[in-house]
Each structure stands twice: as structure tokens, then as C-alpha cells.
């Protein structure tokens, strides 16, 4: 489950995507020069101390980027090259945003969200009078059985793409009614 604070956040997420994504090498070529957001999830840290968080990105080209990101309270040691900013966040203080492709946590939520079977978290938001639920704009699933140990390597794409795999977590979003593989786990 996961909590969502009504705060205001600076640099907000998508200004801080546009300033870090167009730098990446990864993007093979893809026109980031604006980005617009189709959807994200979250998957759930077992400990509540790491926000989780994919965002599925359309480029000015009309490519669909998939970027994991985490937020933390205090910096990940070692994690210098994976840090995308440093953001306030009126209700939990100052952030450290992280490539999800580098943060352990993240890469575990994965492994254990494919070979589970798992499949986002669901969102509420904190209010007043308890918390609310927030309508989910990407729908992922993990494609395992929990039969896996979560052994193997983990390749989470940057590009969505159709096909079946074994061991994989697929998403949807508006626009996206078929899933698409956005990690994979191989044996």
C-alpha cells in the first residue's frame, strides 16, 4: 500500500524527469525533448521506507520510456551516478530521487512482484479524516506463480514492448489496453 501526502513538491516529478532523461544514454535515439506522462504505479517496499514509483513517458517521437524511480530521505550510499535530484516535498521534507534501475529496493520489488505474481500497490491518500483511495493510471502484473525463488537476471526495459515472457511484469495505461513487458527475469 502505499501513502500518498498532499504536499507541494519542487522540482515537481515530470520537471525532474525532463531535466534528467534527455541526458541518459539509454534512450537510443529517442527524441526526449518533451515529455509528456501516460501513467505511473508503485510497488511496495516491505520496510515503508522507500517510495517506489515507475512513470511510463510518451517522447515529442511517439515512443513509450518506462522510468523507475525511488524516493528516499536521506542518500543512497554508493549511488552518486543513479541520483536524478534532490526535491522538498512540504509534507516529508527533502527527497533523494534515484534511478529505480540502481536502487536495490527497487530491483527487489521487481523480482518479487514477477515471480509472485504481484501486481501494483494499491495508492491512498492521506487526508484529514483518514486516507482515500486513488485510482491507479498504469495497471502492472507480475506473469510468476511464486513457485521462483527470484534467482536469474533482472532486466527492467526502457522500452515497453509486446510478447510473453515467463518471468516478466507487464503494465497498462490509457491508450495501452494490450499489456506490454516492462521487465524481465530470465532463468
Known amino acids: 500500500m502505499a501513502v500518498l501526502h498532499p504536499a507541494t513538491?519542487?522540482?515537481t516529478k515530470l520537471e525532474a524527469l525532463q531535466a534528467w532523461v534527455p541526458a541518459q544514454p539509454w534512450l537510443d535515439g529517442a527524441d526526449a525533448s518533451q515529455l509528456e506522462l501516460l501513467g505511473a504505479y508503485r510497488l511496495d517496499d516491505p520496510?515503508?521506507?522507500?517510495?517506489?514509483?515507475?512513470?511510463?513517458?510518451?517522447?515529442t517521437d511517439g515512443r513509450v520510456?518506462?522510468?523507475?524511480?525511488?524516493?528516499?530521505?536521506?542518500?543512497?550510499?554508493?549511488?552518486?551516478?543513479a541520483l536524478i535530484t534532490t526535491m522538498e516535498h512540504t509534507a516529508l521534507g527533502q527527497r533523494w530521487v534515484y534511478d529505480g534501475c540502481a536502487d536495490p529496493v527497487f530491483l527487489a520489488a521487481y523480482r518479487e512482484a514477477i515471480t509472485a505474481g504481484g501486481r501494483q500497490a494499491d495508492q491512498f491518500v492521506a487526508t484529514d479524516t483518514g486516507l482515500v483511495p486513488r485510482e491507479a493510471t498504469a495497471h502492472v502484473r507480475g506473469t510468476g506463480t511464486g513457485a521462483g525463488d527470484g534467482g536469474g537476471e533482472l532486466?527492467?526495459?526502457?522500452f515497453p514492448r509486446p510478447?510473453?515472457?515467463?518471468?516478466?511484469?507487464?503494465?497498462?495505461?490509457?491508450g495501452q489496453d494490450t499489456p506490454l513487458v516492462l521487465a524481465v527475469l530470465s532463468a
Not at 47 to 59: C, K, R
Open 9 to 11: 513538491i519542487r522540482p
Open 47 to 59: 520496510d515503508g521506507e522507500v517510495g517506489l514509483e515507475a512513470h511510463l513517458l510518451a517522447t
Open 65 to 81: 520510456l518506462h522510468v523507475p524511480v525511488t524516493y528516499r530521505g536521506a542518500p543512497l550510499d554508493g549511488a552518486d551516478d
Open 155 to 158: 532486466t527492467v526495459l526502457r
Open 163 to 174: 510478447g510473453a515472457e515467463p518471468l516478466a511484469l507487464t503494465g497498462t495505461w490509457a
